[in-house]
């Protein structure tokens, strides 16, 4: 079975573009996490997405946001980007439906460098 | 702040030891824990996890002791080997409502093992 794949693995924007990122996860997958990686903050979690809908959300601005299809797959939109928002932004795919956590399988990563 | 922590930033050890990652947390409503092991340049792979209504689980050479009382988590590696040299993530999931996606990570702690 393939993992959770991100695209593109490396991108190099400028302050004040904006960015998408995407995420496949496992197949038969439903649920979908980003994350956020930082030296200085670690890993953070942004958003978690199940059948379309998000379920939760993570203490960030409303510059990131995200977006998940009916085939599971993931976006996420980082808006004005600022320096700050250079990372390595992480996509987990999880099989649990409801009740319960269930292991998260994390994928590369995107790694976004803002000039 | 955050909830989850690491006692040590790195970790030294002879191949062949043993070795002890700790953990602590501070949300007792968490029911869920994950060790990760990430390496340089890949995602965050699942190690094993641990339920709050147990105190300890065992897989291939890895054993996680949970200590609800102390809110303490720790991950001991047995005849601990260069391919375990990485960053080690403890992770907690507050199960809000059934949703599983949002793990809160701690600062991570860097296993170095000597040959």
């Known amino acids: 079975k393939a993992g959770v794949t991100q695209t593109p693995r490396y991108l190099i924007k400028t302050r004040g573009q904006q960015v998408t990122l995407s995420c496949s996860p496992i197949?038969?997958?439903?649920?979908v996490s980003w994350y956020q990686q930082t030296p200085g903050q670690g890993l953070q979690f942004l958003f978690e997405?199940?059948?379309?809908?998000?379920?939760n959300k993570g203490n960030f601005p409303g510059r990131f946001s995200g977006r998940q299809f009916s085939n599971s797959r993931s976006e996420m939109n980082v808006s004005t980007l600022e320096l700050g928002d250079s990372a390595l932004y992480l996509c987990?795919?999880?099989?649990?439906?409801?009740?319960?956590?269930?292991?998260?399988?994390f994928g590369p990563g995107t790694r976004l460098t803002v000039l | 702040g955050e909830s989850v922590g690491l006692h040590l930033p790195t970790l030294s050890v002879q191949e062949g030891d043993n070795s002890i990652i700790n953990c602590a947390y501070s949300?007792?409503?968490?029911?869920?824990f994950i060790w990760y092991k990430q390496e340089s340049g890949k995602g965050p792979q699942f190690i094993i996890d641990?339920?709050?209504?147990?105190d300890k689980r065992q897989g291939q050479r890895v054993t996680v002791l949970l200590n609800k009382t102390v809110k303490h988590l720790s991950l001991q590696i047995a005849a601990t080997q260069p391919g375990d040299s990485a960053v080690y993530f403890c992770?907690?999931?507050?199960?809000?409502?059934?949703?599983?996606?949002?793990?809160?990570f701690g600062k991570g702690t860097k296993l170095s093992v000597k040959p």
């Open positions: 987990a795919s999880s099989s649990a439906k409801t009740g319960g956590p269930h292991e998260q399988f």
């Open positions: 197949s038969g997958h439903r649920s």
């Open positions: 997405y199940f059948s379309e809908t998000q379920r």
């Open positions: 949300n007792s409503a968490s029911d869920y």
């Open positions: 641990i339920r709050s209504n147990m």
């Open positions: 992770a907690e999931n507050l199960n809000y409502g059934g949703s599983q996606g949002n793990l809160i």
